[in-house]
């Protein structure tokens, strides 16, 4: 019997500052070893990779949308990014493609990060002038929204590991204080998108660890810390929810060890059973994370990533087949997930791992841009296919 409720959405995700190219007035454009320079030209190409996912048989498309862009310096309005991502949105609608839109995915406008980023008085401010206007003039396109990507992420890589602009180190307070600043930023968009637009689904999205027992962890320190870090936002923002975004890429011992490896503070072991970056490959945790939501909120659930870093796509196909078929599991024990995202649609910039890590069902040749549909997209368009939904009361 075919579980997917009628109206699922197959879809792909991405993210401005790693496909767009030219994002030069973000806190990004100038931090770290690599700039992302043209990235995947995506501003230009948005056309033909909508057609792409479309061909994947994909029904809906994640994109978010840059800040920095419609707003490079404080106040002013840059009308030709509106008007860009009028026509992107435009264009996912032509396709039959559902645009869930990413409000936050780790960019900053650069003179806001100057101003102390989500730590400064007046972030939040200008943020929710800016989700006004977001909801102003794009709000007609668009009916599902997630409000701030992976808050959990974003706050220790910024504070903790020092990976992410600020790039500041070992001050768990100061991502405490960041996550709990995106929590109130996802409270009033929440409010602002209702208010404006009504019958929308605002959500957030963070990113999900299925943590595993070791004896390496006798007292459960780290298992805590892992859990904490898993929910710990959606917990602060659950009445503003109206779905659970779920990012999930693995499972992880609950070890000091692998904690320390997935905070980027020590080297990864790259093998076998793990992505290009290290990251294990845990199919049932997926399962487990997408129950443990379900059980926590008894929300609607979409999985706004789940993918993996994997230039040959040796690895891909089994772990997308194993991840669709995890999913499948958790719908029939009762999560009500409605919704499917692949990170990614094309291979992107990684942050402040660059162009190494390849993550797309389409591979990308940066020299001329020329796009190849992996072995995994083609599995990905059969397996959509093979399960066309079914009605099913929500
Ligand atoms: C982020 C993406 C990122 C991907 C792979 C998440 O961490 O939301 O921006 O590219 O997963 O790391």
Redesign the pocket.
Known sequence: MNVFPDGFLWGT?T?AH?VEGGNVHNDWWSFGRTTAGKACDFENRFEQDLDRARALGTNAFRLSLEWSRIEPRPGERDEAALAYYERLLGACRERGLEPVVTLV??TLPRWCAQRGGWLASGTLDAFERHVRLVAERLGELARIFVTV??PN?LAGAGYVSGVFPPGRRFRPDLAEDCEDALAEAHRRAHRVLHEWLGDVLVGA?P?LVAWRKTLLDPLGLVRREGEAFNWRFLDAVEDELDFVGV?Y?MGLRADPLSALGFAGLVRRPVHAGTSD?GWPIDARGFEEVLLEAHARYGKRILVT?N?I?DATDAKRPAYLAEHVAALERALRAGARVRGYFH??LVD?F??H?GYV?R?GLYAVDYATQERTLRASGELYRRLIGERSPAPVSA
């Open positions: 995700a993210s790693q995915q780790f990507n992976e992420v999205s990113h990012n890429f970056m990533e993918g870093a990170w990614s992107n990684e942050w791992e890590p993550f």
